[in-house]
């Protein structure tokens, strides 16, 4: 995705050809990044050869995950839904695992009933609750304890998972209890060790320490976990001046660790996978004069694209066309809802921008259209898959009268 010419393009196909056959704001995702960031974890971490299982809640889009599994992942899923999707998509269920706190007894039911590789439990009273499904359909059930390593992976509060004080996995006291449990239980079979930090994780070294307790754990259950699941958390910059997760960094702290026992390793990455592979193109609806600075007025929301109204982030605005020198204004890009925090970004510096003009939101692919919402009783966005010069609608716009 860049310029060719003046024109921003996804692979051959430009914003402008895109806004002119569809209605803007309009998800746009490039197959050949897709793929070449899958091939780019496969080619960084090939030494172990990890079970790749794309977290689905990153983003559900059915025609994705198709082109996820022909590209050899799995699946990481937290609900019903995503599991139903992943298998739709023609996910093995042998390449997907469950995590989550609260799954319901249905959940579980339909778990257990597809024969996926893994649930990963989060508390004891799940893993009762598990033995006493598992119990009443004569199965035994394949289950990972989810451990909470009570570290801090330096990214947002709203998106750290692995500090004590967070709702996810159980502490080292009751994660021995729970192994002494399940390894009286005729129904539940220990097969993994999970865990995972927390999102858009930059630095390699709270993998490292993570690691560290993990070794710590192990030896203390006197347990042979078939399967370490490490999650996910893999980060893109998002901004210029931001240095990228180095994954040759990772891969030999995970071969440190792969030293001393013979564990099938699971990744979980959902943003590393997604996240930089889709734009979302918007037009400028009004341009507001104001005392300090100019609202740029867009026709996608807070509701399109949530990320910075809900965590703050930054995602990069570009022109779709590029028309002049970069000039010196302060220009916030705000979006149409009822609503102070529905705002993207404020540049100080930006080309001179006219009424009708297009705009590309950069990085949107992981936690947009999954995020998104129908709030103000808007229809969600066409979404839009190129590969090379062929444009595949892969999600339909949402009709406002099917919604009323």
């Known amino acids: 995705m860049n310029y060719i010419g003046k024109n921003f393009s996804i692979e051959k196909v430009s914003a402008k050809t895109l806004a002119k056959k569809y209605p803007t704001p309009i998800y746009c995702y490039s197959y050949k990044k897709l793929k070449k960031n899958i091939l780019n974890l496969k080619k960084n971490f090939?030494?172990?050869?990890?079970?790749?299982?794309?977290?689905?809640?990153?983003?559900?889009?059915?025609?994705?995950?198709?082109?996820?599994?022909?590209?050899?992942?799995?699946?990481?899923?937290?609900?019903?839904?995503?599991?139903?999707?992943?298998?739709?998509?023609?996910?093995?269920?042998?390449?997907?695992?469950?995590?989550?706190?609260?799954?319901?007894?249905?959940?579980?039911?339909?778990?257990?009933?597809?024969?996926?590789?893994?649930?990963?439990?989060?508390?004891?009273?799940?893993?009762?609750?598990?033995?006493?499904?598992?119990?009443?359909?004569?199965?035994?059930?394949?289950?990972?304890?989810?451990?909470?390593?009570?570290?801090?992976?330096?990214?947002?509060?709203?998106?750290?998972?692995?500090?004590?004080?967070?709702?996810?996995?159980?502490?080292?006291?009751?994660?021995?209890?729970?192994?002494?449990?399940?390894?009286?239980?005729?129904?539940?079979?220990?097969?993994?060790?999970?865990?995972?930090?927390?999102?858009?994780?930059?630095?390699?070294?709270?993998?490292?320490?993570?690691?560290?307790?993990?070794?710590?754990?192990?030896?203390?259950?006197?347990?042979?976990?078939?399967?370490?699941?490490?999650?996910?958390?893999?980060?893109?910059?998002?901004?210029?001046?931001?240095?990228?997760?180095?994954?040759?960094?990772?891969?030999?702290?995970?071969?440190?660790?792969?030293?001393?026992?013979?564990?099938?390793?699971?990744?979980?990455?959902?943003?590393?996978?997604?996240?930089?592979?889709?734009?979302?193109?918007s037009k400028i609806i009004y341009i507001k004069k104001a005392k300090n600075k100019n609202f740029i007025i867009l026709d996608a929301g807070m509701n399109d694209l949530m990320r910075p109204s809900l965590y703050g982030s930054k995602h990069h605005i570009i022109p779709a066309i590029k028309k002049g020198k970069v000039i010196k204004q302060i220009l916030e890009f705000v979006g149409p809802i009822c609503e102070s925090t529905d705002k993207f970004l404020t540049l100080k510096k930006f080309q001179k921008l006219k009424e009708k003009d297009l705009v590309v939101i950069c990085d949107v692919g992981a936690y947009g259209m999954s995020l998104s919402s129908n709030y103000n009783l808007r229809p969600k966005p066409i979404e839009i898959l190129v590969k090379g010069s062929r444009i595949n609608i892969i999600k339909k716009r949402q009709n406002i009268k099917d919604l009323i």
Not at 78 to 83: A, R
Not at 86 to 111: C, D, R
């Open 46 to 281: 090939k030494s172990f050869n990890p079970l790749l299982c794309f977290s689905v809640k990153s983003n559900a889009n059915l025609n994705l995950l198709k082109e996820i599994k022909k590209l050899g992942c799995g699946a990481d899923v937290v609900s019903i839904g995503e599991l139903m999707i992943a298998l739709k998509a023609g996910i093995k269920p042998s390449k997907i695992v469950f995590s989550g706190v609260g799954k319901t007894s249905n959940e579980i039911k339909y778990a257990i009933e597809k024969n996926i590789l893994l649930i990963n439990a989060e508390s004891k009273s799940e893993i009762i609750e598990i033995e006493k499904i598992a119990k009443s359909k004569k199965k035994v059930v394949d289950i990972g304890i989810r451990l909470n390593p009570d570290i801090d992976a330096k990214t947002l509060n709203q998106i750290s998972t692995g500090k004590k004080e967070n709702k996810f996995g159980v502490v080292e006291k009751i994660f021995l209890e729970i192994t002494h449990f399940i390894k009286n239980s005729k129904h539940l079979k220990l097969k993994c060790l999970s865990v995972h930090i927390g999102s858009q994780i930059l630095n390699h070294k709270p993998y490292e320490k993570m690691l560290k307790i993990i070794d710590k754990i192990i030896k203390k259950t006197h347990h042979n976990f078939e399967y370490v699941d490490l999650g996910g958390g893999m980060g893109i910059p998002y901004e210029n001046n931001i240095k990228k997760l180095s994954y040759k960094k990772y891969s030999h702290a995970i071969n440190k660790f792969l030293k001393n026992y013979k564990t099938k390793i699971i990744l979980e990455p959902g943003r590393s996978i997604i996240g930089n592979a889709s734009v979302l193109i």
